[in-house]
């Protein structure tokens, strides 16, 4: 089964939906080994960001399954 096609934005869309959190900023991107990958940029509580990054590794690595980012 071939893979659904995702622009950026829509791919942190996806991922800022199942995070479910409203104070991180992602950046999403072409990543050559992976395909595309996604980077929290900012957070509100700065201690925060590390935690966020794992989850949202995570969640990337579930929708790489289902999706690859449009170029």
Do not use: C, F, P
Not at 41 to 59: C, E, F, G, M, P
């Amino acid at each position: 089964m071939a893979k659904q096609r995702k622009t950026a934005h829509e791919l942190k869309d996806i991922v800022a939906a199942r995070l479910g959190v409203g104070d991180v900023l992602l950046a999403v991107y072409n990543d050559r080994t992976d395909g595309w990958h996604a980077t929290v940029l900012t957070t509100l509580q700065r201690t925060n960001k590390i935690k966020y990054q794992a989850s949202v590794d995570q969640i990337v690595a579930e929708l790489r399954k289902e999706y690859d980012l449009a170029e």
